[in-house]
């Protein structure tokens, strides 16, 4: 893998270009627990075109091209954006912020002691596996919800799991208090 596709290259070329992101996916996770494999960087990135082209342009000078993108030419730059190198062994998708709580989700992202990059909280790590839901998904929801149930801020995630209507998902890895008929 070149240099720039590293995390420590990626961190510098989002810095470059400006663009606000978080980390989100199984790196994402790794940031909080014990890392598992995955070969993909996710990540939620902020709402600017001028920026987002930048980091494409320094991902193409390093060998990356797009697999898909996705993009009405809004200001606010394509919906989604996938690189890959020519293996396909290195893998990079780009959600662009539309909605309030994707940016909540930006201004919520943070350094952890893990990773060069900004990372969704674990909290929003799980709101949005719930959203995705994939059996991946589930198993880093049940990881996560496993190793770090204490801490977690579960007021702010069922909110969201209510708002995007994942309760129901949500009760399968924590049942609500006094619910012993969730499994």
């Known amino acids: 893998m070149p240099e720039a596709a590293s995390a420590a290259g990626l961190t510098g070329i989002f810095l470059r270009a400006g663009l606000r992101h978080a980390l989100i996916g199984g790196h994402g996770v790794n940031a909080w627990i014990t890392p598992r494999e995955t070969d993909d960087y996710d990540f939620i990135v902020g709402p600017d075109r001028d920026a987002i082209e930048a980091v494409e342009q320094a991902l193409r000078a390093v060998g990356l091209r797009h697999l898909r993108r996705q993009d009405g030419g809004e200001p606010s730059g394509p919906d989604f954006s996938q690189m890959s190198n020519e293996s396909r062994s290195f893998k990079i998708d780009f959600q662009v912020a539309k909605t309030d709580y994707q940016m909540l989700v930006l201004d919520r992202a943070r350094q952890s002691e893990t990773s060069a990059f900004n990372v969704a909280t674990p909290e929003d790590l799980v709101v949005l596996k719930l959203l995705a839901m994939r059996s991946q998904d589930q198993r880093d929801i049940a990881l996560m919800v496993d190793l770090l149930g204490s801490r977690l801020d579960w007021e702010y995630i069922e909110h969201w799991a209510q708002v995007?209507?994942?309760?129901?998902?949500?009760?399968?890895?924590?049942?609500?208090?006094?619910?012993?008929t969730a499994s």
Do not use: I, K
């Not at 995007?164 to 012993?180: I, K, N, S, T």
């Open 164 to 180: 995007w209507d994942v309760l129901p998902a949500l009760r399968v890895f924590r049942p609500a208090p006094g619910d012993e």
